[in-house]
């Protein structure tokens, strides 16, 4: 591994000055500034990130909190987001906390530690932050923070409604978890909808994957008169609509499914997957970019952007 050292012996200058180089932590002569370029390049030497993180007490790390890296709406919302930063000459730590309060601080004591230059948070933290961290909340807000990007779930539970209105009668919705504003917004709006329907809720309690199979039969055992089920989110839909078709129903002759989220598996099923899908890249991105503007201290005001979602009509709802 090349060393700071092994640069400065081959521009044959001290590493003090190659430190100052990297770092533009002071004055460096051109002279000796183009031979420790032409060394690197030689050399092929890549500075410690961390190293310099902690000597100028800062970095160009972003570190972002997800909850559970195995949803995949949860990926397209990296994706945006590391696109833009790496553009933009950051380098994204994601931190995966499995839906684990312990390891959500673990890895923001982590971040901390190295100095990372803001934060992108898609978790239920609001905690135990420096208030000198910049900080962006992603699908997510909480009345005490400014900076925030997020889903319009209310308008995504409507149009989730509206999609089956005509033609349900026995609704289940299901209910995400409570710690999640988005939960009792997408739920008020679908409820809006189906004021005139009979409506049954079945509260989760959390979104992740592992679960999806046991929620699917929980749903199923415990409302066989439901003809229409609108999901809170799309795995948990599609473990759902599996679940139909093993004991011998048809979807959506019997029972009608609608998800949340817009996840591509939900195109390559038979039937296809209705859904409400959210711009989860076009969240990634917004977020990072404000992160970035709070950063350079562009002087942006505080601001919660609202995206809208939209509906895909697939096969798995009747006419």
């Not at 970019?289 to 895909?312: A, D, G, R, T, Y």
Request: proline residues 4%; glycine residues 6%.
């Amino acid at each position: 591994m090349v060393t700071m050292k092994d640069v400065a012996n081959e521009a044959n200058v001290s590493v003090a000055t190659v430190s100052r180089s990297i770092n533009n932590s002071g004055y460096v002569s051109k002279e000796a500034q183009h031979s420790i370029n032409e060394a690197i390049q030689k050399l092929n030497y890549v500075p410690n990130e961390v190293a310099r993180s902690l000597y100028k007490k800062t970095s160009r790390m972003i570190g972002m909190l997800i909850p559970d890296v195995t949803n995949p709406y949860f990926n397209m919302i990296v994706k945006g987001a590391e696109e833009f930063l790496s553009l933009h000459g950051y380098m994204l730590i994601v931190g995966d906390i499995s839906e684990n309060i312990k390891k959500e601080e673990q890895y923001l004591q982590y971040f901390l530690q190295y100095n990372i230059s803001g934060l992108l948070i898609a978790t239920g933290v609001n905690k135990k932050i420096g208030k000198d961290i910049p900080r962006v909340y992603l699908d997510r807000i909480f009345e005490n923070k400014v900076y925030s990007v997020l889903n319009d779930d209310y308008y995504g539970g409507k149009i989730a409604a509206r999609s089956v209105k005509n033609s349900a009668h026995r609704v289940v919705i299901l209910k995400g978890p409570d710690k999640l504003p988005s939960s009792k917004e997408r739920l008020n709006g679908a409820l809006e909808v189906l004021r005139d329907k009979e409506v049954y809720i079945f509260e989760t309690h959390t979104h992740s994957p592992e679960k999806a199979n046991i929620i699917a039969k929980e749903v199923l055992d415990k409302f066989p008169q439901a003809d229409t089920i609108i999901s809170s989110n799309d795995i948990f839909a599609l473990s759902i609509l599996k679940e139909i078709q093993n004991r011998d129903k048809k979807v959506p002759n019997d029972i009608q499914v609608v998800g949340y989220d817009g996840i591509s598996f939900g195109e390559y099923t038979s039937p296809g997957l209705t859904t409400v899908a959210q711009p989860a890249e076009k969240i990634g991105k917004s977020a990072a970019e404000m992160l970035i503007k709070i950063i350079e201290n562009k002087n942006i005001v505080s601001q919660n952007i609202k995206l809208k979602p939209k509906l895909i009509k697939r096969e798995s709802i009747r006419e």
